[in-house]
């Protein structure tokens, strides 16, 4: 049996506690504001409420071109991070992908689940291979979803672990299709082999689930689309953030109200204001109400500093730590491992593989 989480999460009505997992990848030097408000802040909140596993996923990270000591430096950037948000090691299980080798394992059982055809239908695959060209595009980037299937169904409660028992994957909008098609390999599995996984949900924040590029507001903020200008970094020096944040495109005009169709600009900066503060977008239209935009951005500059400020603080701090990262991870890879380890076994046999007895 794996741990039970040391804070009393809460029990759904079948006394359960529900489980979380989600995760990230380690492939930029900071998360960005999307990262946080998308998908990092539930995260942290989730760790009280759920018995929570979280990675920062370095075997994804490879499907794309990599530098291997960018890439070793950036997972540590990445745990490091995520504590400095708040997430507790000993509430949360945090751990690196690759030290639990059978996400890659059940990766190759799923991908026998599915079909070619269902695999190039990912939108997030067809717009990556299209910027890799087809020499850049490796077989790893087109089962990268397969993959991330893998990484939520390890985790998937036994039966004898709670009837019912939800998993919940907190994730921003760009997620739902690969979720889709996680609870389609999981609904495949269990027809095919008997009732093995649970079926997860994606959990996306309504207000937050797509924040847009500062400078593009119709383009999804993003590491690898977005200008320097476009995308606010978690651990960014505030002087470039605070100007970045003035310099959002904003619209003809100077009311400042959510519109979609003719202000995407304003509305986007509303949409961070409302879920950084909690404050409803039509308060914080009334409060700003003749006010004029440059008022406005201040205020939202502030606020932002305000958030990331001690979080860059703690990140730095955790990394001139690096014992105390490497103590957490292999905590957190014991943890995975023994509910990794259970799954697996489970997916063995009903696969049909001969057990190597003991
Ligand atoms: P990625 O940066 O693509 O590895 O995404 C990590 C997490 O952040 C995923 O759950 C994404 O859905 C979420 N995410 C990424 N970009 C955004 C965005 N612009 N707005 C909201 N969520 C985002
Ligand atoms: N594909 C996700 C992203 O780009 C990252 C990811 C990998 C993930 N494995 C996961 C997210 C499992 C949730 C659950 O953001």
Request: charged share 25%.
């Amino acid at each position: 049996m794996s741990e039970a989480p040391s804070t009393p999460a809460a029990a759904d009505a079948a006394g359960a506690v529900p489980r979380v997992l989600s995760g990230i990848q380690p492939t930029a030097d900071s998360f960005h504001l999307g990262n946080y408000l998308g998908a990092l802040r539930q995260w942290v909140s989730m760790q009280d409420t759920h018995d929570a596993y979280y990675c920062v996923v370095d075997l994804h990270a490879i499907t794309i071109e990599h530098d291997p000591a960018t890439l070793r430096r950036r997972t540590k950037v990445a745990v490091a991070q995520l504590l400095a948000m708040g997430l507790d090691p000993d509430r949360a299980t945090v751990f690196v992908q690759s030290q639990v080798p059978e996400h890659a394992e059940l990766a190759w059982v799923l991908s026998c689940l599915t079909g070619f055809g269902e695999a190039g239908r990912m939108t997030q695959f067809k717009d990556k291979s299209s910027k890799q060209g087809t020499g850049g595009t490796t077989v790893g980037l087109f089962t990268y979803p397969i993959l991330q299937a893998a990484d939520i169904l390890l985790y998937s409660p036994e039966p004898g672990e709670g009837e019912g028992r939800a998993l919940r994957v907190p994730v921003g909008e760009d997620q739902r299709q690969h979720l889709e098609l996680t609870r389609t390999l999981a609904q495949r599995f269990n027809h095919r082999f008997g009732e093995t996984f649970v079926l997860p949900e994606a959990h996306i924040p309504p207000g937050a689930a797509k924040i847009t590029d500062l400078q593009e507001p119709d383009a999804k903020m993003s590491k690898s689309a977005s200008s320097p200008q476009g995308i606010i970094d978690v651990l960014e020096e505030p002087g470039p953030m605070r100007k970045k944040i003035m310099r959002a495109v904003t619209d003809t005009g100077s009311e400042v109200v959510y519109d979609e169709e003719k202000k995407a600009g304003v509305t986007n900066l509303l949409r961070i204001y409302s879920a950084l503060e909690g404050t409803s977008v039509a308060d914080l239209e009334r409060r700003y109400e003749g006010a004029g935009y440059g008022q406005f951005k201040k205020d939202l500059a502030q606020l932002v500093l305000d958030t990331f400020t001690p979080i860059r603080e703690r990140t730095l701090k955790l990394l001139d730590d690096e014992a105390r990262l490497d103590r957490v991870l292999a905590h957190g890879a014991g943890r995975a491992s023994e509910v990794a380890a259970r799954t697996m076994d489970v997916v063995r046999d009903r696969v049909g593989f001969v057990g190597r007895g003991s």
